[in-house]
């Protein structure tokens, strides 16, 4: 008796856990389609191009060590 119920707990957290990341994704994707994504209008021209010669990107590259002596 002690299986069964140990098999039919180890299910249903399954099929509890299925449920729930099916159901997070769903709000998950309504969320995301109904709220208007915002973005810098600075960084568009009068025609909603983005100006790529007025932007300035900054890209850290190598290793950083920590050479921070207290």
Do not use: W
Not at 2 to 28: D, F, H, N
């Amino acid at each position: 008796m002690e299986q069964a119920i140990i098999a039919l707990s180890v299910t249903v957290g399954i099929l509890t856990l299925g449920l729930g990341a099916t159901i997070g994704y769903l709000i998950r994707c309504y969320v995301q389609e109904t709220t208007p994504q915002y973005s810098h209008p600075e960084m568009f021209d009068a025609n909603g191009n983005p100006l790529p010669d007025e932007l300035l990107a900054i890209r850290f590259e190598g290793d950083l060590k920590d050479t921070d002596d207290d």
